[in-house]
Nanobody, 121 residues
Framework: QVQLEESGGGLVQAGGSLRLSCAAS????????MGWLRQAPGKEREFVAA????????YYADSVKGRFIISRDNVKNTVYLQMNILKPEDTAVYYCAAKGYVVRGVNWDYWGRGTQVTVSS
């Protein structure tokens, strides 16, 4: 089992950048693929990005490809989401998630509580 805690959310102007972090507990972090998902008000939760256990492969939703970068540090037990060229439609609660393998969807096993990202126009 793994516990996840996100940080780094906030208010930013359109075109700006934010970096989200997700700290994982336990000594088995490297055995989990990690993902970021988001949920905007009135919308369903959606996949944003994912990274394999080693960090060798990454996956992105079309809506963020070329703007967001997911990375991980298996020594620090942390996964990051660098968000650039932010748009108002990126406004959402962002969740960190873990599973034994990458899922390009919302079916992850472990979830953090989320961090709010608000992009003003």
């Amino acid at each position: 089992q793994v516990q996840l805690e996100e940080s780094g959310g906030g208010l930013v102007q359109a075109g700006g950048s934010l970096r989200l972090s997700c700290a994982a507990s336990g000594r088995t972090f490297s055995t989990y693929a990690m993902g970021w998902l988001r949920q905007a008000p009135g919308k369903e939760r959606e996949f944003v990005a994912a990274i394999t256990r080693s960090g060798a492969s990454t996956y992105y939703a079309d809506s963020v490809k070329g703007r967001f970068i997911i990375s991980r540090d298996n020594v620090k037990n942390t996964v990051y989401l660098q968000m650039n060229i932010l748009k108002p439609e990126d406004t959402a609660v962002y969740y960190c998630a873990a599973k034994g393998y990458v899922v390009r969807g919302v079916n992850w096993d472990y979830w953090g509580r989320g961090t709010q990202v608000t992009v003003s126009s």
